[in-house]
């Protein structure tokens, strides 16, 4: 366990240094700041419009329309957190073998189960930071300038974390035995089919389409990432939006607590597939 630690420090600074992570984070900062105003213009005249309605609508229409934003903030750090997992990830097995560096590493008195548990921690622990800079400056902006703060945040939050850490660990094990072009072809490939495979049962629900549903259901089997997501909105979304299907961020076909589970465990596989894969790999 300490080799683990020590390499995963060792990657944690590597990481640190590399420009995709300075990049995401001066863009990442760029974001908040606009979206930040961009709330305040908005939420400014919903408050101006509805205030003359009375105190009673006025606090409803205010609440709703700062937990649209609020998930619309979310969804788009969702895709920048998933985008800077599968980038760190995809070049870090696959070129450090084909510039040589790996050797370097494997050639000291550690296991290769060791370097792929150690890579995986590090771009975990950067994961989190990187989400929670950007969800608690969504979270912290809205609260600020609405004074509002979805129901079962946290639970939203870390289901967001674990779609990220489930596209970075997959991409690690594609790292492990593909190029990085390919791996990150595979991942938003995945990713992308999965999204069209969301919308497809959310549509599906709407229509009483059970064919499409199970479309939508087996997508999320070969990439829950879109079921966690919708998950997430689920648990964040308020009373009244999910029941007169406000925002298209309304959750209609909801993945159960078993589909969180299996997103669990095929993570699990993924990371076992990479410590198996980079053991028996040819250096």
């Known amino acids: 366990m300490k080799k683990i630690l020590i390499l995963a420090r060792m990657t944690f600074r590597e990481a640190i240094r590399r420009r995709i992570v300075l ?23 919903i408050r ?11 606090r409803v229409a205010q609440t709703e329309m700062s937990n649209f934003l609020l998930v619309a903030g979310l969804y788009a750090v969702t895709f920048l957190s998933v985008a800077m997992g599968a ?8 070129g450090e073998i084909s510039s040589g560096t790996i050797q ?13 548990l150690g890579k995986w921690l590090a771009f975990a622990g950067l994961l989190a930071l990187y989400l929670l800079l950007m969800s608690g400056g969504i979270i912290v902006s809205v609260y600020l300038q609405a004074g509002y703060q979805p129901q079962n945040l946290l639970s939203g939050v870390l289901l967001i974390y674990l779609e990220a850490l489930l596209v ?22 995945l990713y992308g089919l999965a999204f069209i495979g969301g919308w497809i049962e959310q ?22 990432t879109e079921a966690l997501w919708r998950r997430a909105t689920f648990e964040m979304q308020t009373t009244l939006g999910a029941a007169l299907q406000m925002t298209p961020f309304v959750t209609l076909s909801v993945p159960n607590l078993l589909m969180v589970l299996y997103a669990v465990l095929y993570l699990l596989v993924a990371l076992f597939t990479a410590v198996r894969v980079f053991q028996h790999r040819d250096l």
């Open 48 to 58: 101006n419009e509805t205030i003359a309605e009375g105190t009673a609508f006025a």
């Open 87 to 94: 980038l760190l990830s995809a070049d870090t097995l696959s």
């Open 203 to 224: 549509i599906g629900t709407i229509f009483n389409n059970q064919t499409a549903v199970q479309v939508g259901i087996a997508t999320s089997l070969l990439f829950p």
């Open 104 to 116: 370097t590493i494997v050639a000291k008195p550690l296991r290769r189960s060791d370097v792929v």
């Open 23 to 45: 990049t995401g984070l001066v863009l990442g900062i760029l974001f908040l700041v606009v979206y930040s105003i961009g709330f305040r213009m908005i939420f400014t005249q």
């Open 168 to 189: 970075m660990t997959f991409a690690l094990a594609c790292s492990s035995t593909m190029p990085a072009l390919a791996t990150g072809g595979m991942v938003f490939g």
